[in-house]
């Protein structure tokens, strides 16, 4: 058996990518066009800004040698500094939900650290499930401060890929099919992750929507589908949210390796966004140097395996080989100062430079309740029929079944693993809830590559639910937590895609046993995402999605279970009743074939599709239960200015619990020369009311919310007509309709 050493070692080396291990120069791939309409940024004289001048003269005084040093790793999570002159080196940390575990500069040190723990936050789609941006901003908040108080200057986070597949092994890691959703909930965490002083690292920039074949697919997608579906997240998280640094994915989009790519860094990042801090490569995502000078990589980072124990980082795309060409004048270093140059700008941003960023604190119970509240708004009640839940004084024994229950569940797995001080499982959480209540617990079903129904385990879960008021079944999906085996029983975990969305371990056969035996069955289940819930969806009255909700989840879940908390998450995503429904799946266009992925189904994912063509999701986009119900009424749409119109009406709560809602406003323009999909997403707010309270929500939207991306122009154009605005509690349950000619 593995020692936890060894697992960790494991872990590591598996997730890290291995890193280049020759520079090298071929021929840079054909460039895309930029768009007409792109502006190039004007590059002016020496900067006038103070820090530029500071900058100015830090480089001066540099070797060739030093800057080439600063544009690579110098260890698997660290870039190169000069002591000489004062510049330290970027300490970077994965992840999205909490810091990694610290294993130091090399491999070795692993063993040092394997005791250490921080927080860890509920995963991307569960904070992306709440709605509400300011618990986003309070998780990017304490994530920061964590990364700040371990010494970190960079955490490689959020994810925020597109989630066009449900197959995909990091949708847990991300945020939603949805590029309004993914924008607002990405600036609120980045400005959180920001305000402690470090860096936020937005990733995996762009079409990283699948783990099959990621380190060399090639991505196909028209002009339309990129601008309205996949950049937008990446933009408002650079414009609006200010991110520090980004991360290139590791697949090609349109021919060229992401991470050097002319189009998407060079044109539209550097140039169109303005961005002006640093493009860090994914770990060994560098695939030629002419490429990556030329284009905008700014870091080269990645895990020099093929050298243990001596790692030569000098040897990267981005070392030895650049000092050459600018030696040879094959290269202008001018072009390797610029990197620099960002480089230090972020230093001096993030007080790196004169040591005066503010410490931050790690496993502090301020940061476990933030999880906890993500955990308790992320959680999504997909049905309660028969009112089973909140359970209430009369439940007296519970039968808790299923292998999800009772253990370390509460994270997805692969680099954005932490090792957590604590975790307070789903059957913890219970048993923690309420003493009155008597609990048996029943495995139900082993997690193994390949098991299949287990006859004994099934008929002691379901004599343990006969002989319980209540029954509530933990499952779904798993994310190979044992790191000796984590591929083996890895459905939502980097560098794997699920092979499909059948419950595996034969839960639909579990399930369908423990209701016959006590109908008042509920159905909890973990995982990033759907699964096909077609052989017993009709015969539970109650289900939740639980995603992966952090070392808190089991106390949010038993806090909803026994009303302490009214659920309000809402889901991120469609939940598709079968696979072959997905649009990438009908169409055939996913995983591609190995060398392609060409993604025709456009900027019709997840309910622009559905809705748009008429084909009923299990579980709408935007939909989630309560134990309370709202209404709305007085709908007024009215113009504000030159493309913009005001939304206005009323929520009130109808029910007799307090509780919260989020109100969705969806635009479709009726006439448009281009297809345009059903409805899409344009605003929302998430309010809290107390019985029989309402309150008026005034949004505005502006241009953006009715423009689409011209391929003929190449540029946003809002062709005047009418614009019908549809109110509701999810995609599907429009309440409010109004329209406007503009
Ligand atoms: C992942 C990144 C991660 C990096 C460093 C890569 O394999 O794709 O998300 O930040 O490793 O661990």
Redesign the pocket.
């Known amino acids: 058996m593995m020692t936890n050493l060894r697992k960790c070692a494991f872990l590591l080396i598996s997730?890290?990518?291995v890193g280049p291990i020759m520079a090298q120069q071929s021929t840079p791939a054909q460039q895309p066009k930029p768009p007409e309409g792109s502006k190039p940024m004007a590059i002016k004289g020496a900067p006038k800004d103070p820090t530029e001048l500071k900058i100015d003269q830090l480089i001066k005084k540099m070797t060739l040698a030093e800057k080439v040093d600063m544009i690579h790793a110098s260890s698997s999570f660290t870039s190169g500094g000069i002591p000489r002159l004062g510049i330290p080196e970027l300490t970077m940390s994965?992840?999205p939900h909490g810091v990694r575990l610290e294993h130091g500069r090399g491999w070795d040190e692993t063993l040092v650290h394997v005791f250490d723990s921080a927080t860890y936050f509920p995963t991307g789609v569960c904070l992306a499930a709440t709605w509400n941006p300011q618990l986003g901003y309070q998780q990017g908040s304490a994530l920061g401060s964590e990364s700040n108080a371990r010494g970190k200057d960079v955490q490689?986070g959020p994810?925020i890929n597109i989630i066009r597949t449900p197959l995909n092994g990091r949708n847990f890691e991300y945020m939603s099919e949805d590029p309004y959703l993914v924008s607002r909930m990405v600036v609120g965490e980045i400005k959180g992750m920001q305000s402690q002083g470090i860096s936020a690292c937005v990733?995996?920039y762009l079409a990283n929507n699948q783990e099959i074949g990621r380190s060399h697919i090639d991505v196909e997608m028209s002009e339309r589908a990129l601008r309205e579906i996949y950049l937008p997240g990446f933009k408002a998280a650079i414009t609006e949210g200010g991110a520090n640094t980004i991360?290139g994915a590791?697949n090609k989009f349109r021919g060229q390796f992401c991470t050097e790519n002319a189009y998407l860094i060079d044109t539209i990042l550097k140039k169109e966004w303005g961005f002006k801090g640093i493009v860090i490569s994914?770990?060994g995502a560098v695939h030629n140097t002419m490429e990556a000078l030329e284009n905008g990589t700014d870091l080269e980072m990645g895990t020099d395996l093929s050298m243990l124990p001596n790692p030569d980082y000098h040897k990267f795309f981005l070392g030895d080989t650049v000092m050459t060409l600018v030696r040879d004048g094959a290269v202008s270093e001018a072009l390797v100062d610029d990197k620099v140059r960002r480089i230090l700008r972020i230093m001096f941003k993030t007080h790196m430079m004169d040591h005066s960023r503010a410490k931050g604190a790690f496993d502090t119970k301020a940061h476990q309740m933030v999880a906890r509240k993500v955990a308790e708004e992320g959680i999504v009640l997909l049905k309660n029929t028969q009112n089973l839940l909140p359970l209430n004084n009369n439940v007296r024994r519970i039968a808790v079944i299923g292998a999800n229950a009772d253990r370390p569940n509460a994270q997805g797995g692969g680099?954005s693993q932490v090792r957590s001080l604590y975790e307070v499982t789903p059957l913890q959480g219970l048993k923690n809830a309420n003493s009155n209540v008597e609990i048996t617990y029943a495995q139900g079903y082993t997690i193994a590559r390949g098991a299949q129904a287990d006859k004994a385990l099934i008929a002691q879960a379901a004599q343990a639910a006969a002989q319980a008021d209540v029954a509530i079944i933990v499952g779904g999906w798993t994310h190979g937590y044992d790191y000796a085996v984590w591929k083996d029983n890895a459905y939502d975990a980097?560098d794997v895609d699920k092979p499909d969305m059948n419950m595996p371990f034969g839960q639909d056969e579990l399930i369908k046993a423990v209701v016959k035996a006590n109908p008042k069955t509920i159905v909890v289940l973990m995982g990033g995402g759907p699964i096909d819930m077609t052989q017993w969806e009709n015969t539970v009255p109650s289900i939740l999605q639980a995603w992966y909700p952090g070392l808190e989840g089991g106390t949010a879940l038993a806090n909803i279970l026994y009303g302490k908390v009214n659920p309000s998450g809402k889901l991120p995503m469609s939940f598709p009743v079968k696979l072959e429904d997905v649009p990438a799946h009908k169409l055939g266009e996913y995983p591609g074939d190995d060398t392609t992925v060409r993604y025709n189904d456009g900027i019709y994912v997840g309910y622009r599709y559905y809705d748009t063509y008429k084909v009923a999701p299990l579980f709408p986009f935007g939909y989630g239960l309560s134990y309370t119900t709202f209404g709305y009424s007085n709908l007024s749409v009215t113009p504000a200015g030159p493309g913009k119109v005001t939304v206005r009406f009323t929520v009130r709560n109808t029910g007799t619990r307090p509780g919260a809602e989020v109100a969705q406003v969806y635009v479709h323009e009726a006439k448009c020369s281009v297809d345009r999909p059903e409805k899409e997403l344009k605003s929302f707010e998430k309010v809290y009311l107390e019985p029989g309270a309402s309150k008026t929500i005034t949004l505005t939207l502006n241009k953006d919310a009715f423009q689409y991306y011209s391929e003929a122009k190449r540029q946003w154009v809002m062709e005047p007509g009418r614009f019908d605005f549809l109110v509701g509690s999810s995609s599907r349950d429009i309440r409010l309709t109004g329209n406007l000619e503009l």
């Open positions: 997730l890290a990518a994965d992840g490689l994810g990733k995996h991360m590791y994914d770990w680099s980097e």
